[in-house]
């Protein structure tokens, strides 16, 4: 993992909002970006929002929806943040400089990691920040951890995947049966 710049410590949200994405209850969610990190905020707000309004995603027909919005109440936030910031943010989780996590409505992004990637996904840096967004919203929405089904099946995205692929090819978006459908 490439290290990330130091931080300030103070988070932004990022301006702009998007438009509904998905049909059910709709999630509201904002973007806040550290600074000092030498990471365009709106780079990473529009990675966030590509990915949760993507249909391989968490959103799912008649079950629910995402909207960005820069004020007001959310249901979550996704946070991208320098090693020590996340530290913080995720206590008492112990991240260790290194790992990512879903705390106190919050899924913040080690930004170590958003540059640097894992061993799993080796080469492919856009799919891993796809898995990082789904892994931990996908915690902030209720989901725990998972293990690798069998050796060569594609991992589900609640895999701990920064930590190793047990087996599993690399899967940045949920499984079907993750978000709740039969395959």
């Known amino acids: 993992m490439r290290s990330a710049r130091r931080g300030t ?3 932004r949200a990022v301006p702009g909002t998007s438009r509904r994405s998905g049909s059910g209850p ?3 969610y904002a973007v806040e970006v550290e600074g000092g990190l030498g990471i365009s905020p709106r780079r990473f707000a529009t990675v966030v929002e590509r990915t949760l309004a993507d249909r391989r995603g968490w959103r799912s027909p008649g ?3 995402f909207r960005r919005v820069d004020e007001g109440a959310v249901a ?5 943040a320098s090693p020590a910031t996340t530290d913080r943010l995720c206590a008492p989780l112990q991240t260790r400089r290194r790992y990512s996590c879903f705390h106190a409505g919050r899924a913040v992004l080690n930004a170590g990691r958003w540059t640097g990637g894992a061993t799993g996904y080796r ?3 856009a799919e891993y920040r796809r898995y990082m967004v789904n892994h931990e919203v996908g915690h902030g929405l209720g989901h ?6 069998r050796r060569g099946a594609r991992a589900p995205v609640m895999l701990q995947q920064t930590k190793g692929l047990g087996g599993c090819r690399p899967g940045p978006w949920p499984l079907d049966l993750e978000r709740g459908g039969t395959g």
């Open 9 to 11: 410590g103070k988070l």
């Open 26 to 28: 709709l999630q509201l």
């Open 63 to 65: 079950v629910r929806a």
């Open 76 to 80: 979550f936030r996704v946070t991208l």
């Open 123 to 125: 080469g492919r840096l």
């Open 144 to 149: 725990g951890h998972s293990s690798c089904p």
